[in-house]
T-cell receptor
Framework: DQQVKQNSPSLSVQEGRISILNCDYTNSMFDYFLWYKKYPAEGPTFLISISSIKDKNEDGRFTVFLNKSAKHLSLHIVPSQPGDSAVYFCAASAIAGGTSYGKLTFGQGTILTVHP | DVKVTQSSRYLVKRTGEKVFLECVQDMDHENMFWYRQDPGLGLRLIYFSYDVKMKEKGDIPEGYSVSREKKERFSLILESASTNQTSMYLC???????????????FGDGTRLSIL
């Protein structure tokens, strides 16, 4: 039972264009969402997060959008750069109540390739 | 900067062996996690710990156990290694608490374990 799904295994984008990575979730208890980036032979690194009380969060070239009614979030990278080529994972947590200890449920990942 | 260190980058073991994977974090984090990453499946939580000597099962605990005798160290144990446990193993730590629930997890660089 995959509670967090990234339905696109891969995405290819030209340098300078926008990259849009998508993520869907099924558990309505999730209220905190994160994106991680992973290079080969390295651990995932935290990129950006959003709480369910917001619908948008920006950090430089990265913006995350949350549509709670559709149980959908997306990561926009503008402009895309070759160094952004990596695997991107979305993750979700149910933090209300304070007993989750930050436990995360991850999607399958999307391989982003940005061509020069 | 948070540092999560996994003792081995690559490990090769034989079926039936008892295998220990070690993880140390230097940020005095309360919570520690063990995941495995497999192609097409993303990161799946094996076990986590929210305090010394405290542990909880994740989504795929079968065939694994953990130990947390000191706050900074979290060990994953494969009681009797099998070929289906060949995978990338990732350790993470975080400091989520009820008063500060929105904390990302920080990951080590992973251990690629092969069971022959």
């Amino acid at each position: 039972d995959q509670q967090v799904k990234q339905n696109s295994p891969s995405l290819s984008v030209q340098e300078g264009r926008i990259s849009i990575l998508n993520c869907d979730y099924t558990n309505s208890m999730f209220d905190y969402f994160l994106w991680y980036k992973k290079y080969p032979a390295e651990g995932p690194t935290f990129l950006i997060s959003i709480s369910s009380i917001k619908d948008k969060n920006e950090d430089g070239r990265f913006t995350v959008f949350l549509n709670k009614s559709a149980k959908h979030l997306s990561l926009h990278i503008v402009p895309s750069q070759p160094g952004d080529s990596a695997v991107y994972f979305c993750a979700a947590s149910a933090i209300a109540g304070g007993t989750s200890y930050g436990k995360l449920t991850f999607g399958q990942g999307t391989i982003l390739t940005v061509h020069p | 900067d948070v540092k999560v260190t996994q003792s081995s980058r690559y490990l090769v073991k034989r079926t039936g062996e008892k295998v220990f994977l070690e993880c140390v974090q230097d940020m005095d984090h309360e919570n520690m996690f063990w995941y495995r990453q497999d192609p097409g499946l993303g990161l799946r939580l094996i076990y986590f710990s929210y305090d010394v000597k405290m542990k909880e099962k994740g989504d795929i605990p079968e065939g694994y156990s953990v130990s947390r005798e000191k706050k900074e160290r979290f060990s994953l144990i494969l009681e009797s290694a099998s070929t289906n446990q060949t995978s990338m193993y990732l350790c993470a730590s975080s400091n989520n608490r009820a008063i500060a629930p929105n904390q990302p997890q920080h990951f080590g660089d992973g251990t690629r374990l092969s069971i022959l």
